[in-house]
């Protein structure tokens, strides 16, 4: 079973910057992995930020974050970063990084819901203050 641990949460002001990770107890890079990021705020739904195809690279994010945050991957590492500029205070959230071992017949990637996600984080905050 996989274990993701993520790290590099804190409290910035608005605009400000972070960069998240996510480290994979097992090698992801020559194996068919989507992984991504979601987030919680207090009193809301977990939503999707941004999924990345381990494999491909393909990348796909929420409108609420283009152009202000960027996922990659370190395959050798076995790590994925989510590098959040232009912060807001909407962004407050606990940040979590989940993993699954794709299959095709799911569709895209980087479309996948939440429930296909089997490997899931124990989360970082993020506050952004205005």
């Known amino acids: 079973q996989v274990q993701v641990v993520e790290s590099g949460g804190g409290s910035v002001q608005a605009g400000g910057s972070l960069r998240l990770s996510c480290v994979a107890s097992e090698y992801i890079g020559g194996s068919g992995y989507c992984m991504a990021w979601f987030r919680q705020a207090p009193g809301k739904e977990r939503e999707d930020v941004a999924s990345?195809?381990?494999?491909?690279?393909?990348?796909r994010y929420v409108d609420s974050v283009k152009g202000r945050f960027t996922m990659s991957r370190d395959k050798a590492k076995n790590t994925l970063y989510l590098q959040m500029n232009s912060l807001k205070p909407e962004d407050t959230a606990t940040y979590f990084c989940?993993?699954?071992?794709?299959?095709?017949?799911?569709?895209?990637?980087?479309?996948?819901?939440?429930?296909?996600?089997?490997?899931w984080g124990q989360g970082t905050q993020v506050t952004v203050s205005s």
């Open positions: 990345i195809s381990i494999a491909s690279g393909n990348v």
């Open positions: 989940a993993a699954v071992r794709y299959q095709m017949s799911w569709g895209p990637c980087v479309t996948l819901p939440q429930y296909r996600y089997a490997y």
